[in-house]
């Protein structure tokens, strides 16, 4: 048998905590959870109370999720019993590592210059979503297929509306190939000489100059109508006298304007001269030369009257209204006008009152 020695009393005594020591104790772990819970209430109030809390070594190595923007109702109060770690911060001279950067990526937004301009791009219509189609231009229009357009007429002031020949001197001064005075007149019952009338046929068939013109002794080189009247008597409209004269300023007659017409334009006809100048009164007027030439001139519409067309005054001077008129059916002749009908074209034995052709559409209104 072991003898122990006795208990020594005096030794448990020592080791029990008195009452007063537990409430000490529990006092100080009350305080200090009292101020932890009231600084993580305070931490988003950026108070800074030299402390960083940092997380438990254990969760350094594993990777951290992204931030995620929440609402401050949201967000999870922090447990007391975590496990934290008391961090002291860091001087003042030491900067701070930069936080990286959020995972979240936003596309890139393309900037364009300012002095750079927009290019445009294709774009397609539900009708054609096809681009690889080209589109066919339009037909190019030649000029032969575009319809001429006719200037209006000169307003003569001398020439009214119900005038006779007032249709017959538009067409014509519409074209350019008559024209007025300065005084804007046209002076329809004015007599032509032969210089004048040249000018006339050269503007209206565009006769080529004669390489073979003849001279005429009352004719200069330097006079306003030479190259007409070389255009004209090389075309076969006009001739000379046999003194080798042409005297241009000398007044000229109905017959010699139907007889240069009908020459210039080479025209022919089938039937007797006697047969178609019987409508005449006054045959017997007209010269031997031009009888055949008269015949023909009034069976091609040639023949204008501005009185009684049984009358063909041959020897008066023709006006220029007369010339114009008869200027202008012998470009209907030639295709080159449409025709007007008008009681003041003679017609030949067996021809009806509008067989000479329709009315003008653009000039019968003027």
């Given at each position: 048998?072991?003898?122990?020695p006795?208990?020594?009393?005096?030794?448990?005594d020592?080791?029990?905590?008195?009452?007063?020591?537990?409430?000490?104790?529990?006092?100080?772990?009350v305080?200090?959870g009292?101020?932890?819970?009231?600084?993580?209430?305070?931490?988003?109030?950026?108070?800074?109370f030299?402390?960083?809390?940092?997380?438990?070594?254990?969760?350094?190595?594993?990777?951290?999720?992204?931030?995620?923007i929440?609402?401050?109702?949201?967000?999870?109060?922090?447990?007391?019993?975590?496990?934290?770690?008391?961090?002291?911060l860091?001087?003042?001279?030491?900067?701070?590592?930069?936080?990286?950067?959020?995972?979240?990526?936003?596309?890139?937004?393309?900037?364009?210059?300012?002095?750079?301009?927009?290019?445009?791009?294709?774009?397609?219509?539900?009708?054609?979503s096809?681009?690889?189609?080209?589109?066919?231009?339009l037909?190019?229009?030649?000029?032969?297929?575009?319809?001429?357009?006719?200037?209006?007429?000169?307003?003569?002031?001398?020439?009214?509306?119900?005038?006779w020949?007032?249709?017959?001197?538009?067409?014509?001064?519409?074209?350019?190939?008559?024209?007025?005075?300065?005084?804007?007149?046209?002076r329809?019952?004015?007599?032509?000489?032969?210089?004048?009338?040249?000018?006339?046929?050269?503007?209206?068939?565009?006769?080529?100059?004669?390489?073979?013109?003849v001279?005429?002794?009352?004719?200069?080189?330097?006079?306003?109508?030479?190259?007409?009247?070389?255009?004209?008597?090389?075309?076969?409209?006009?001739?000379?006298?046999?003194?080798?004269?042409?005297?241009?300023?000398?007044?000229?007659?109905?017959?010699?304007?139907?007889?240069?017409l009908?020459?210039?334009?080479?025209?022919k006809?089938?039937?007797?001269?006697?047969?178609?100048?019987s409508?005449?009164?006054?045959?017997?007027?007209?010269?031997?030369?031009?009888?055949?030439?008269?015949?023909?001139?009034?069976?091609?519409?040639?023949?204008?009257?501005?009185?009684?067309?049984?009358?063909?005054?041959?020897?008066?001077?023709?006006?220029?209204?007369?010339?114009?008129?008869?200027?202008?059916?012998?470009?209907?002749?030639?295709?080159?006008?449409?025709?007007?009908?008008?009681?003041?074209?003679?017609?030949?034995?067996?021809?009806?009152?509008l067989?000479?052709?329709k009315?003008?559409?653009?000039?019968?209104?003027?």
């Amino acid at each position: 048998m072991t003898n122990l020695p006795p208990s020594d009393p005096k030794s448990s005594d020592k080791t029990a905590l008195g009452f007063d020591e537990f409430i000490a104790i529990l006092v100080a772990f009350v305080a200090i959870g009292g101020i932890l819970l009231w600084s993580f209430s305070r931490r988003d109030n950026n108070w800074n109370f030299n402390i960083v809390l940092s997380p438990s070594p254990s969760s350094t190595n594993k990777p951290q999720p992204s931030p995620a923007i929440t609402s401050p109702a949201s967000q999870v109060q922090p447990k007391v019993d975590d496990q934290l770690e008391v961090v002291p911060l860091p001087p003042k001279d030491v900067v701070p590592e930069p936080s990286p950067p959020s995972p979240l990526i936003l596309p890139a937004v393309p900037v364009t210059p300012l002095n750079s301009s927009p290019k445009s791009e294709p774009f397609s219509t539900s009708r054609n979503s096809d681009l690889s189609i080209p589109s066919s231009p339009l037909p190019l229009v030649t000029p032969t297929e575009q319809k001429s357009i006719i200037p209006p007429p000169i307003a003569f002031n001398d020439v009214p509306t119900d005038f006779w020949a007032t249709r017959f001197i538009n067409a014509l001064s519409a074209r350019g190939i008559i024209k007025g005075f300065p005084d804007y007149t046209f002076r329809p019952t004015q007599p032509v000489n032969r210089a004048e009338f040249a000018a006339i046929l050269q503007q209206a068939f565009d006769t080529e100059l004669s390489k073979n013109s003849v001279p005429f002794k009352d004719v200069s080189t330097k006079y306003w109508a030479t190259p007409a009247i070389d255009r004209a008597v090389g075309a076969g409209f006009l001739k000379g006298f046999p003194d080798k004269n042409f005297k241009p300023t000398q007044k000229i007659t109905r017959v010699q304007v139907l007889v240069a017409l009908v020459s210039g334009l080479n025209l022919k006809q089938s039937a007797k001269p006697s047969q178609v100048l019987s409508i005449y009164q006054d045959t017997k007027n007209i010269p031997k030369y031009a009888v055949d030439k008269i015949a023909i001139a009034t069976a091609n519409g040639l023949v204008i009257s501005d009185g009684n067309p049984q009358f063909l005054v041959p020897n008066q001077a023709a006006t220029r209204a007369e010339v114009a008129a008869m200027v202008h059916q012998a470009l209907v002749k030639l295709g080159r006008l449409d025709k007007i009908s008008s009681e003041n074209i003679v017609r030949s034995p067996g021809q009806s009152s509008l067989s000479t052709g329709k009315f003008t559409n653009e000039l019968s209104s003027q």
